[in-house]
């Protein structure tokens, strides 16, 4: 294809742009042949000339369409370039925020500085099991790659994770590590997946740190290996490190820190144990302080340093070697921190003795502090005759103590390393194991050292390794297609790794430099210029003599030759060394033993005996440096073995890639992307991929794609590979630029691109074709509108005209006689306004006068009132003048007189302390006198008692004499003597009032200024209080508006909230029963596999073969729903034994019940009557109404109480009179045994006590039922004092009082205000309410009578006879009524005379049985059955649904009946056939009271099913059926059981086959249990069956034809899985159908059958949306309108097999929310309002990963832009959505099993004889 039909007009190209490296432009005319340049357009619309006439220049790159921007796989681009690659990522990462992209075999990870929710447990389980290319590139999907290639090939697998600083390889390996752990959890209970995973603290720590670059930077390479067994469960790992950044300890670069574990340390160091380092902050030492800020943004240091202690615990290393570990790191920093003096110009250099930092290091690592001191300052030299100490530099004194310092944490660091390994390492055989290479990208920095060049070295090998993979791969798919194959030529960087690693090379030369004694840096630089001058790889700058340039694969470096050698040689002095092994702790002196050759980490078996897999980790560095491995040679050595182990593995390639140097998330700077795509050979893939045929399509894939190009006799063929052969050989005339494989076609690049573009050209003709035809019907259809309108319209005008003519005809006319009647009506209105007017002025004047007589006569009644009240008010004045001078006065006098007493009794009591002072001695004898007086008292005190008495009687006639004698004399001395002192009275009080007028005065001054304070403050709180007052009214009337409101919205999220917690209970309890039974199938295995070991000959019973009843009770008998005490009831059978104790267990258990009951209800009562009391003794004034009303109400509770527990025990002790007599009636004519006789007095004297016991209780009640009246009468006394107290009159409110005691009586007064306020307001409120009341019962009766008149009025309307058929129809009806009241009454008493009779006759027959028991002879078994027939008075020959077996028969039940029956057996009977024979023996059991026979056959029974189902663990068709046979048998235990709730809808028939004797409550329990179980069995075959399916059915699977989403997606499969099954809707419907015709034949309950459905159509939404969400190629219109399509089936499947109402519609809620998302507009605001309104069952993170995944199918749809996203994102913020991105499939809903009563009598039951049930008998 030539360049000018490439380079048309409109096509966009790729042009170099200084900035953002590709920008793209549009051809605005075509390019034709010899042309000096192309005329573009770019994309800010500025016109630009790309010129290609000059040297070099050449076409630029033509730009994808955009139907292929956005690839999940670069290789899948029909232009593969540079510009390309970068586009597409960045339209990834920037617009659908993807950070993985495959690019070949080769992931692509883009680090997005932010955590994103797609790495979370329920997306490894989305990845595990899936091919690589069906879902979108994650790193779980290269790590399911491998495990699964690993499984399959038998083969170890290696993924290799490599990037730059800061691109996020650790957090990709540790995700590959965490999948494997997640995937292949460990067999064992080892846990060695969580120490896999512990592993990484601990190395992040010692090995990570923070540099520009990034702030958890990996600065040395790991190889990790996680062995499998053949099981493929982890049992072990390996760990392999590869060069530790060594000088990072002792020098930082700005903004850079040491490792973590120095940070952490010292953040941690005020905890209790690290007292002892000497640590302070990290600003405080010299090797933690280089880099400038030692902390991170958002990192705790002390956090961290806890997981990192968690982590070594976790991998069992002591507590005493994390001490030591600890140690040696705070010996490091005060290493540092040593002050080196310098002497003689620094040619002599000295260590104090004193320094603090010295004696800490020496401390800490426990070596002598004398010879460290003068060891860090000199050095021994050796030679063949003599030993000499030199003195140090200041210079080689630094460069000493760093090298030491440096080679303490390499040991420590390796030691680490070693003791991981132990930590992961097993004894268990490895099979296979998949290892993760975590090693550094390729570096260059401004300068570039030693490690540097390592790095890429390290680089430049695995970068050979990556080419010839991906050439074989390339060639393996090219065989595979039987493609011819040529040679592709592709960078072979071998030179490169020549020029580093060869004899001579740079490695070489530099070991060699260090062995010679005066060795430099400028003679080694300078042996390279010489020696390899002329290599391609090699170059000297032109301005330095240092330093050397190799160019390697991805670019060229300048390095640095100073520091090479010394790094190289890694010097230690020995003396430091001797120093070290001297510490007095082991772990320290271990370290640095001399060892000839490393220790390997761990012992890792192979399967390929010719690789040797080694630790890498350099050996322990021997004392003497010249017969020492140099760190370059170690290191090439530790390469090479991990290049042999990778070359023995299939590898997996992740590169990492940095965005951005700022670390800010989703910011895409195009310059460094493209700088680390050539560094990590992502390009050269491309390029490989570019040389053959990168664009690979299947022919059904290309045939969908591109059937519009061919022609309709091609299609008309069936062959779909000759017509695609056809097509390409018509469309493309090069042969060379497409081949046909077996089963693909492959295109060279551009080739897919020109094909798309014939597809838009076609699409654009029949667009326009359709267009034009459209435009045409339109114009057309627009004429024939206009001449439609054009008629109309005249036909209107004319019309119009006449009608106008018309109108004015008829207003002429109307005109005239208009006119005549306003004449008329103005000359009537004139005459009526003078008549109005005439008729008003009299009226006026009339009222005038007499308003002037009234206003008289009332000025006249107003005055004579006025002089009433005025007149009042002066005589009212005078007298309180009167009378308040009185008060004074009294107030005075009484004062004085208190004054006085006060200074008598003072003075007495100064006489009376006197007194005791003068006769302290004297206190002992009074003592003693008191003892005697006090013996004399109680002597006389009886003679008192005997006295007073005597003289009561004497001394009240006494006083009854001297009140008389004393009335008699006053009366005879008369006014005398009153007189005289009444004027001895008059004359002192004129003495004393004189005194206290002065007083009085003064006192009423300051009275007077209080009381204008007092006013004023009064008037003030009154503002207060109205203020006060309206607040409170408006807080009451928001406080009610809210509550009703809250109280609506409160009523219903509890309502929720307890459907919730119902529905959370309900599962937890599932998953309990779902544990279980895990629980039991593991302890069975065991079982099993103990019993194959053993090998024991005979059969010994064991746990196991018991159920778990056993532990349950072992009386059935005795309902244990009645039993409250069962102490009580086992010391009763203790006493009298089982059977006696079974005839009166339940009457005696009832009536203990009640007794308990009352008891309870008289605590509660006497509980409630303390605490009224307490509360009546602390009450404070303000709550006495509050109280009062509290304790009304609990009065009337009470006392409704006490009738309702009076009338229980009225009824209670005339149903024990009765019972009584009952039993004595029978007693006495039953009474030939003597045993039975003692039974029968037993019984009586229990109920005897029980009716004790109840009176007992009943007087209790009346004792409580006084009390309350006692206290409420106290109330109510109390309430009436308060009511009286103010309005009472006090006999010294008269006096004056000060400023003080008025103050507090006036705030007595306001409470008494308050308190007088709310009784009042009570008051009013009660009228208030019974007024209402009144009102209501009015307002009934008023209706009622108006019905009464209204029928009554009806009657009298009616004729006579109707009146008296109307009358008897109410009369009718009013008797119906009362029928109906007295009809529930009647069945009341029925009822509970069905319940007595009912116990009668289960006592009945208890005592004939227990006489029958007493009087046969025992027989042998058939006699003894007939006999009991015979006893029994029943009808023999008619079956009464009983079925019997004898006790040696049951395990041949069991066996016929559960373990060998099999379904098809029972097909053609009844549903549920074994559920009802086993009831029938069940019942047969219980009719003959055999408790044993009972519990025997129901624990046989559930082991029996249990063994079944553990057989047939994938039979659907079993599994349902005994589900369906469990569910019925417990169905008939409850409707059989003889409770009211499970008999409502029994026959007649059915009540006579109920239970008798036992209650099986608690097996209905175990049987609910294993319901449970055989429910989740049967959902977990369901979902094994239909989980293949779902992705193929639901969202593949192309039910509508012709609406194919196929595009150029183009991903080559690497993986050699074999073709997937795909499957249709259509199969999955006839599985489904499958299962609901089984359920439904077996019987199986319609209810339990929705639940099934509901949760398989949940497994189903959530299958299919989680794949929605992670695949791309399936996010688009045409997919959205397949799958709702899809939905629409199963929706209809489920109406057609009436499952509507089983939820399971409501569960695919969500997946038609995404089918409707994908089929919505996504462009303006209001199409994203439309989204948030209507997928409300999608989570917002969800939302927006499906328009991020968003697709178009072709050039014509738009894509979804970033603008719409964020705006989505907006409006959704609110959501509270959990952080999940996918469902969880495998949730299972509670299930219930509601009671299903059976129609079906015992009776009709027929047994077939193919189930070989001949020895049951029919009862």
Not at 710 to 727: A, E, G, H, P, V
Not at 921 to 945: A, C, F, I, T
Not at 1552 to 1558: I, P, R
Request: with cysteine.
């Amino acid at each position: 294809m030539s360049a000018a039909q490439l380079y048309t007009k409109y096509t966009r190209v790729w042009i170099p742009d200084p900035d953002e490296v590709w920008r793209s432009a549009e051809i605005i005319k075509d390019y034709k042949e010899g042309d000096k340049s192309l005329q573009l357009k770019l994309e800010d619309e500025t016109l630009y000339e790309y010129p290609i006439d000059l040297p070099g220049s050449e076409l630029p790159f033509l730009r994808n369409p955009d139907i292929l921007v956005g690839q999940n796989d670069l290789t899948a681009l029909s232009y593969l370039h540079e510009p390309a690659v970068l586009h597409n990522l960045k339209v990834r990462f920037l617009e659908s925020n993807h950070i993985y992209t495959y690019c070949g075999i080769v992931l692509v990870a883009i680090n997005p500085y932010e955590q994103l929710p797609i790495y979370e447990q329920d997306v490894i389980y989305a990845y595990s099991g899936q091919n690589m290319g069906d879902m979108d590139p994650h790193i779980f999907a290269v790590a399911e790659e491998a495990y699964k290639q690993m499984a399959r090939d038998e083969k170890n697998q290696s993924i290799i994770v490599s990037g730059e600083s800061g691109a996020g390889k650790t957090v990709s390996a540790k995700y590959a590590m965490r999948f494997f752990a997640t995937v292949g959890g460990s067999a064992s209970e080892t846990n060695i997946e969580a120490k896999v995973l512990a592993s990484s603290p601990i190395m992040e720590a010692i090995g990570n740190a923070k540099t520009t670059r990034n702030d958890n930077s990996s600065r040395f390479g790991k190889y990790i290996q996680i062995g499998f067994d053949k099981r493929y469960h982890i049992i072990g790992a390996n760990m392999r490190t590869y060069l530790l950044e060594k000088s990072r300890v002792v020098f930082q670069a700005e903004d850079e820190r040491n490792y973590h574990i120095f940070y952490q340390l010292c953040a941690s160091s005020s905890l209790p144990e690290f007292k002892d380092l000497g640590l302070t902050c990290a600003e405080d030492f010299f090797y933690t302080s280089q880099g400038g800020d030692t902390s991170i943004d958002g990192v705790d240091d002390a956090d961290d340093f806890e997981k990192t202690r968690h982590a070594f615990t976790l991998l069992g290393v002591k507590e005493s070697h994390q001490t030591t570990i600890f140690r040696i790191i705070a010996a490091i920093l005060h290493l540092g921190n040593l002050k080196i003096q310098g002497e003689r110009d620094g040619e002599v250099c000295s260590i104090s003795s004193e320094d603090e930092h010295l004696s800490s290091f020496c401390s800490l690592l426990g070596v002598e502090h004398s010879q460290m001191q003068h060891w860090l300052c000199h050095r021994k030299l050796v030679t063949t005759a003599e030993t000499y100490v030199k003195s140090m530099s200041l210079h080689q004194v630094v460069n000493a103590r760093n090298a030491l310092a440096k080679h303490i944490y390499a040991q420590l660091f390796n030691w680490i390393v070693q003791h991981v390994n132990k930590a992961l390492h097993t004894t268990v055989k490895q099979h296979s194991f998949i290892g993760v290479l975590d090693i550094y990208g390729f570096e260059t920095f401004e300068v570039n050292s030693f490690e540097q060049f390592c790095i890429n070295y390290a680089n430049e090998k695995l970068q050979q390794q990556f080419n010839s993979h991906v050439f074989k791969l390339e060639q393996e798919e090219y065989m595979k297609e039987e493609i011819p194959w040529t040679l592709i030529d592709f960078y072979d960087n071998q030179p490169c790794i020549d020029l580093i690693e060869a004899k001579l090379g740079i490695l070489d030369l530099l070991d060699e430099e260090c062995k010679v004694p005066k060795g430099t840096d400028q003679n080694w630089a300078q042996k390279l210029y010489d020696r390899h001058g002329a290599s391609q790889h090699f170059q000297k700058p032109r301005m330095s003599n240092t330093s050397f340039i190799v160019l390697h694969f991805a670019d060229k470096v300048e390095y640095q030759s100073e520091g090479f050698l010394e790094k190289n040689r890694d010097t230690v002095y020995e003396e430091q060394i001797n120093i070290l092994k001297a510490s007095k702790y082991q772990m320290i002196a271990d370290l640095f033993q001399e060892e000839k050759d490393a220790v390997p980490a761990s012992v890792v078996p192979k399967r390929t005996p010719r690789i040797n897999v080694r630790s890498a980790k350099p050996a322990f560095k021997a004392a003497n440096k010249e017969h020492r491995k140099t760190v370059g040679h170690q290191f090439r050595n530790s390469l090479q073995l991990l290049m042999e182990t990778l070359n023995a593995t299939t590898p997996h390639y992740v590169r990492c890639i940095k965005p951005n140097d700022e670390k800010l998330p989703f910011k895409f700077d195009p310059k460094r992307a493209v700088q680390q795509l050539r560094a990590c050979g992502v390009l050269e893939t491309i390029r490989i991929s570019a040389a053959g045929f990168p664009s690979r399509w299947s022919y059904p894939d290309f045939f969908n794609r591109y059937r519009v190009l061919m022609n309709k006799r091609d299609l008309s063929k069936n062959d779909k590979k000759q017509i695609c052969q056809t097509l390409l050989e018509n469309l493309i005339k090069d042969p060379d630029k497409f081949q046909f494989g077996r089963t693909k076609i492959f295109f060279r690049a551009g080739q897919v691109a020109y094909l798309e573009k014939l597809r838009a050209d076609k699409f654009r003709a029949a667009t326009i074709m359709i267009q034009k035809t459209v435009r045409g019907w339109l114009q057309r259809a627009r004429y024939q509108r206009l001449r439609r309108a054009t008629l109309a319209l005249q036909r209107y005008a004319r019309g119009h005209l006449a009608r106008r003519l018309f109108q004015h005809l008829r207003r002429t006319r109307a005109a005239i006689i208009l006119q005549k009647q306003y004449r008329m009506l103005r000359m009537r209105r004139a005459f009526l306004r003078v008549r109005s007017a005439t008729l008003t002025i009299q009226a006026f004047a009339r009222g005038m006068f007499v308003r002037r007589i009234y206003h008289q006569m009332l000025q006249e009644h107003k005055a004579t009132i006025l002089q009433k009240y005025a007149r009042g008010w002066l005589a009212r004045a005078r007298f309180r003048r009167a009378q308040a001078a009185a008060v004074v006065l009294q107030c005075h006098w009484r004062r004085l007189r208190a004054r006085r007493q006060l200074q008598a009794l003072r003075i007495e009591a100064r006489s009376a302390q006197h007194l005791k002072k003068l006769n302290i001695g004297m206190e002992n004898k009074v003592v003693q006198l008191q003892r005697k007086v006090d013996e004399q008292n109680k002597e006389n005190k009886l003679l008192n008692e005997q006295l007073s008495m005597l003289t009561s009687a004497h001394s009240s006639e006494v006083e009854k004499l001297k009140k008389e004698l004393q009335q008699y004399q006053q009366t005879q001395q008369g006014d005398g003597k009153q007189l005289l002192s009444l004027q001895e009275e008059m004359e002192r009080l004129r003495m004393e009032l004189e005194r206290a007028h002065g007083e009085r005065e003064v006192l009423e001054d300051s009275h007077g200024k209080e009381r204008d304070l007092l006013r004023k403050r009064i008037c003030d709180l009154e503002e207060e209080n109205a203020l006060l007052k309206q607040e409170k009214e408006e807080l009451n009337s928001r406080i009610l508006c809210q509550s009703e409101d809250e109280f609506a919205r409160n009523t219903v999220e509890e309502n929720t909230q307890m459907k919730k917690e119902l529905e959370e209970e309900r599962s937890r309890y599932q998953n309990l029963v779902k544990e279980y039974a895990s629980l039991e199938q593991r302890y069975d295995n065991l079982r099993d596999e103990m019993t194959i070991f053993k090998q024991t000959p005979g059969h010994r019973r064991n746990p196991s073969n018991q159920s778990s009843l056993e532990s349950d009770s072992n009386n059935p008998s005795i309902c244990t729903s009645e039993i409250g005490d069962t102490e009580d009831v086992i010391q009763q059978v203790e006493e009298i034994g089982m059977e006696k104790a079974a005839m009166d267990m339940t009457l005696f258990l009832k009536l203990q019940k009640r007794v308990r009951e009352l008891e309870l209800e008289r605590k509660k009562l006497q509980a409630q009557l303390e605490k009224k009391e307490q509360e009546s003794k602390k009450s404070q004034v303000i709550e006495i109404k509050t109280e009062v009303a509290s304790e009304h109400e609990d009065f009337a509770y009470n006392s409704l109480k006490r009738q309702e527990l009076e009338s229980e025990n009225k009824k209670l002790k005339n149903e024990l009179n009765e019972l009584r007599k009952a039993i004595a009636d029978h007693a006495t004519q039953n009474n030939s045994s003597n045993d039975v006789q003692d039974g029968y007095n037993l019984l009586l004297n229990q109920l005897k006590s029980a009716n004790e016991e109840l009176e007992v209780r009943k007087e209790e009640v009346l004792i409580l039922r006084s009390q309350i009246m006692k206290a409420a009468q106290q109330k109510e006394t109390g309430k009436n004092m308060e009511s009286i107290s103010p309005n009472a009159s006090w006999p010294n409110s008269d006096r004056h009082v000060d400023q003080e005691d008025a103050i507090e009586a006036y705030q007595g007064m306001c409470e008494t205000n308050r308190l007088l306020e709310a009784q009042l307001q009570d008051q009013r409120r009660e009228h208030e309410e019974e007024m209402e009341a009144l009102k209501n019962q009015m307002d009934l009766m008023q209706e009622e009578l108006e019905k009464q008149q209204q029928a009554f009025l009806q009657t009298l309307q009616l004729s006579p006879e109707l009146q008296v058929e109307f009358g008897l129809q109410q009369e009718i009806t009013r008797l119906t009524n009362e029928n109906l009241d007295l009809k529930e009454l009647l069945e009341k008493l029925e009822k509970n005379e069905k319940k007595l009779k009912k116990q009668l006759k289960i006592y009945m027959k208890k005592v004939q049985d227990f006489e029958a028991s007493q009087t046969m002879v025992p027989v042998e078994r058939r006699a003894h059955e007939r006999s009991m027939q015979v006893a029994v008075q029943r009808k023999e020959k008619d079956f009464q649904g009983m079925l019997e077996y004898y006790k040696e028969d049951e395990p041949l039940l069991i066996r016929n009946l559960i373990t060998d029956l099999k379904p098809q057996a029972v097909s053609a009977t009844v549903p549920c056939l074994p559920a009802y024979i086993l009831y029938m023996c069940i019942r047969h059991a219980d009719y003959i009271n055999d408790d044993q026979k009972v519990h025997s056959l129901l624990t046989s029974t559930i082991n029996g099913v249990k063994k079944v189902l553990k057989k047939h663990q994938d039979d659907f068709e079993m599994t349902s059926f005994w589900l369906a046979n469990t569910c019925r048998l417990l169905h008939c235990l409850k409707q059989y059981s003889g409770e009211e709730g499970f008999m409502t809808q029994n026959t007649a028939k059915q009540n006579e086959h109920c239970l008798k004797n036992f209650d099986l409550t608690e097996y209905r329990q175990v049987l609910g249990h294993l319901s449970i179980q055989i429910y989740q069995q049967l959902i977990n075959i369901a979902e094994g069956i239909l989980q293949p399916m779902i992705v193929s059915a639901v969202l593949e699977n192309e039910s509508i034809q012709g609406l194919s989403s196929v595009k150029p997606v183009g991903y080559r499969k690497y993986s050699s899985n074999a073709g997937d099954s795909s499957y249709s809707l259509d199969e999955m419907i006839r599985q489904l159908n499958t299962f609901h015709s089984i359920m439904c034949d077996q019987g199986l309950d319609p209810e339990i059958i929705q639940q099934v459905f509901k949760q398989l159509f949940y497994m189903i939404n959530a299958i299919a949306l989680n794949n929605l969400l992670l695949r791309k190629d399936v996010c688009s219109w045409s997919t959205g309108m397949q799958l709702r399509f899809n939905i629409s089936q199963l929706e209809e499947w489920l109406r057609g097999k009436n499952l509507q109402q089983s939820g399971a519609a409501q569960t695919l809620e969500p997946l038609i929310q995404a089918a409707q998302l994908l089929q919505l507009k996504k462009k303006t605001s209001e199409d994203a309002e439309a989204i948030c309104s209507l997928c409300t069952s999608l989570s917002t993170q969800q939302i927006v990963k499906i328009l991020n995944l968003y697709t178009p199918v072709n050039e014509f749809e738009e894509r979804v832009t970033v603008a719409f996203i964020r705006n989505i994102q907006k409006q959704l913020q609110e959501r509270n959505d959990p952080p999940q991105l996918l469902l969880d499939f495998k949730h299972m809903f509670p299930v219930l099993f509601p009671f299903n009563p059976s129609a079906i009598t015992m009776d009709s039951i027929h047994l077939p004889a193919s189930l070989n049930l001949d020895f049951l008998n029919k009862v």
